[in-house]
């Protein structure tokens, strides 16, 4: 399939960038002229802007024969944008999911900054931060450090990258991700074939062992369940190859015995690192971790304890967002207004969920004063 379509109205060829081929910048228009292949098709590569680029709009033409969907993406090439000027609904870039802010296009902290003050606009606190470009990889200790949490989009990287830099550059992030003690999530291309069959290839299966074993925190599913044809079954299968890999012993040795070397080192991660040489030595039937913010139970997550950790919060909003973080079960209780209280209601919640295992210990940890960010300084060991 071939076609042209002529945009001279310079006014409105960004709204039809956007509105014919999804692309939110208003700003792009004007870079389009001096960059040769411009824009891509996210999927299969088969859009690029000719030089057909003059004062007063642009030719778009596809090179390929490739039909088009009215779900279709694309990605630019080599253009930095000014996330200031995006236009549409999509204020700041961000898309809405639960209580997190999903920052697309970011290229730098100062997007992030963006997006975070439309978040508190909207009532939400947090933002996940989509790695898609070379100028995301470019400032990603920035990025990571300014976000809540990270997304490798692995389909968008492998346009933006050359597909065998690719593996090293998920493998980058994730250890840029668990040096700062941000979660990281992996999605896009994940069970592709399971669009259309009820089974993975074997290749999708190491795709996503690979994840896992990198130390990923989760692992999205994205079209195979929005559109594809075995929503329930992509679902089981990634669960089955998970916990298949959780349950290896290389696995279990690579987790537990290589400490997470940090750039930095501050009184959460000594709580951290007490935790994990304590379920070294103790049979821990779990941890629990109190949190108004969510930084105690990183802080603990962030040292891979050999203990299932329970992510107790009275904040609701706290306790969705840790469903996300590796290795814990996030709860959503009462406030607590003393230690003593804190204790009750963690051995209490631990029994509903059936943590609890008669005469094991567990551990606790919290911040103190209560509802003080970063104030991860208490630890107790207990006995059911």
């Not at 998920?170 to 896009?188: H, S, W």
Request: proline share 5%; glycine share 8%.
């Amino acid at each position: 399939m071939g076609c042209d379509e002529r945009l001279s109205d310079p006014d409105a060829v960004a709204r039809k960038l956007a509105e014919k081929l999804r692309i939110l910048y208003s700003a792009i228009q004007p870079e389009i002229r001096s960059i040769p292949n411009a824009v891509a098709d996210q999927h299969l590569h088969c859009m690029r802007s000719k030089a057909d680029c003059y004062a007063s709009g642009a030719n778009f033409r596809m090179l390929r024969q490739h039909q088009l969907s009215n779900s279709g993406s694309f990605e630019t090439y080599g253009i930095p944008v000014d996330l200031v000027d995006l236009a549409g609904e999509q204020v700041g870039g961000t898309d809405e999911v639960g209580d997190e802010g999903i920052g697309r296009f970011v290229q730098n902290k100062s997007d992030l900054a963006a997006f975070h003050e439309h978040a508190g606009e909207s009532g939400k606190a947090r933002t996940i931060a989509k790695i898609e470009c070379r100028e995301a990889l470019a400032n990603l200790t920035e990025i990571v450090a300014e976000a809540d949490a990270i997304m490798i989009v692995r389909e968008a990287l492998s346009i933006a990258l050359p597909v065998e830099d690719l593996p090293t550059t998920q493998r980058a992030i994730v250890r840029e991700c668990l040096g700062q003690g941000k979660p990281v999530i992996g999605i896009t291309q994940m069970l592709n074939s399971m669009e259309r069959l009820s089974l993975p290839t074997a290749a999708e299966a190491s795709h996503v062992a690979s994840a896992v074993s990198e130390g990923m925190d989760a692992v999205v599913l994205s079209a195979e369940t929005a559109s594809g044809n075995y929503p329930a079954e992509a679902v089981a299968a990634i669960d089955r190859i998970a916990q298949r890999v959780e349950s290896d012993a290389a696995y279990t040795e690579q987790v537990h015995r290589h400490p997470i070397a940090l750039p930095t080192i501050g009184p959460e991660d000594a709580i951290g690192a007490a935790v994990r040489g304590t379920a070294e030595i103790l049979p821990l039937c779990f941890t629990a971790a109190y949190t108004f913010s969510g930084s105690t139970c990183l802080s603990v997550a962030r040292a891979r304890p050999r203990s299932t950790i329970l992510g107790l919060s009275p904040s609701l909003e706290t306790a969705r967002m840790l469903s996300l973080v590796w290795g814990v079960h996030p709860i959503h209780s009462a406030a607590s207004p003393t230690v003593e209280s804190m204790l009750d209601d963690v051995f209490r919640e631990a029994k509903n969920s059936g943590f609890t295992e008669s005469g094991r210990p567990f551990v606790v940890v919290a911040g103190m004063p209560f509802g003080t960010p970063g104030s991860t300084n208490l630890m107790r060991i207990a006995w059911t």
